[in-house]
């Protein structure tokens, strides 16, 4: 079945009992029990809910993956996994993570004697010098945020097997639709379902998949032991989002790329990354790893003392944190996203005050032209 199929169908048929089409929404914390020692497989919502169920199978399924977990939001879900880790143990982490992860792994986790190296994983050979006997996991995002750059997952996932390191791949910006982990050897894939998976900044949530039933079942237990779990109506619209997750991404696409060639050209504009123009280094990985380059652009203005400018004067655009939703966002990462990462460590890894991260949603990619266009006119 293609993807777009398997989107539309997450949740359908199954509640046998009545035949809905969409999932019902089993707003309850326990179920009855039909006896002593007897379950109808449902005991009690945090560990288990029919309609977050349905959810976990949908994801598992879309990622090609052995088990899906949801949790309460994407720092919880990947809270939940560095729970699978132990004090003292190592972790090489991508350099240009999104800001909380970033802030997470430097604070909560560090205490807990969680030890991390920043790296840039689109130089690989930087990866062995880092290895050390206590160095269990590789942590990654691509394109990674906010400078869009692309990391070949592939070679990265053979060179840290080998070595026997788990893989685990924040796939939040890209999504099953255009890009899968789990297929190419990695261990866990996890998402801020807030994004583009619910996809109409209503809900905010996270996502596990592991490609095995040993990590699977840790995983769940980790969730049902630590709680950190979404509601079933939360569940629900995570469901209704993901069916047209398809036809989201290809249109919000195909305007981004426009957006980011007109960027391009703009005057006021210094710079634009976005992984579908063709002399962005990661372009040609990006078209051989991923089934398109997304609808998340980053681009530097010339000075400054235009972002607030540019911020009041967007009218569609929203200056608002977040991504992938239906309305289109920007965010000023120096003050918002990543101004939990150290204003040296944002300078070396090229995030500028001039940068602006764009999440291009689906409104008419004229009226966005024209929106860009009028708050760019200095
Ligand atoms: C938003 C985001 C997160 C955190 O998810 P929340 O749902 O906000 O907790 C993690 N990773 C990436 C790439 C994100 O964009």
């Known amino acids: ?80 996994v ?16 999104y800001g909380g992860t970033y802030r997470l792994f430097t604070t909560l986790c560090a205490d807990y004697g969680l030890t991390f190296s920043f790296l840039d994983f689109t130089d690989l050979e930087s990866l062995d010098h880092c290895i050390t006997p206590k160095t269990k996991a590789v942590f990654v995002e691509t394109p990674t945020n906010p400078l869009m750059k692309i990391v070949d997952l592939k070679a990265l996932i053979n060179l840290a097997t080998q070595k026997g390191l788990l893989v685990i791949v924040d796939n939040t910006f890209f999504t099953p639709y255009l890009q899968r982990p789990l297929e190419l050897g990695a261990d866990l894939v996890l998402h801020s379902a807030t994004k583009y998976i619910g996809g109409h900044n209503d809900v905010v949530a996270g996502l596990v998949v592991s490609n095995s039933e040993e990590l699977g079942e840790k995983l769940a237990f980790i969730q049902n032991a630590a709680g950190a779990i979404p509601g079933p109506q939360d569940c629900w619209l ?52 991923a089934g398109g380059f997304g609808a998340m652009l980053s681009f530097e203005v010339k000075s400054m003392e235009m972002v607030p400018e540019i911020l009041k004067r967007l009218r569609i655009i929203s200056f608002a944190e977040s991504l992938g939703g239906v309305e289109s966002l920007i965010t000023y990462p120096e003050t918002q996203t990543h101004a939990d990462v150290p204003v040296e460590v944002r300078r070396r890894l090229g995030i500028s005050e001039c940068l602006l991260r764009l999440s291009v949603g689906l409104e008419h990619p004229d009226d966005l032209e024209a929106d860009l266009s009028q708050a760019l006119e200095f």
Not at 28 to 52: M, Q, V
Not at 55 to 69: A, K, M, T, V
Not at 82 to 97: A, E, I, N, Q
């Open 82 to 97: 560095m729970l699978l880790f132990r004090p003292g143990d190592h972790l090489l982490v991508s350099d240009d993570l």
């Open 238 to 289: 995570l469901l209704r989002g993901m069916k047209t997750l398809a036809v989201r991404l290809e249109w919000a696409q195909a305007s981004a790329l426009r957006l980011a060639r007109f960027l391009r050209q703009h005057p006021a504009v210094k710079k634009v990354y976005y992984p579908g123009l063709p002399d962005h280094p990661g372009y040609d990985l990006c078209r051989k790893q």
């Open 1 to 80: 079945m293609e993807l777009a199929t398997k989107l539309v169908q997450v949740g359908v048929g199954r509640d046998e009992r009545t035949g809905a089409i969409s999932m019902p929404v089993y707003q309850t914390a326990t179920f009855r029990h039909p006896g002593l020692g007897r379950s109808t497989g449902f005991d009690y919502s945090r560990t288990g809910n029919p309609t977050r169920q349905a959810l976990e199978d949908g994801i598992c399924n879309l990622e090609g993956g052995r088990r899906g977990l949801a949790f309460a939001s994407g720092m919880a879900a990947i809270m939940s």
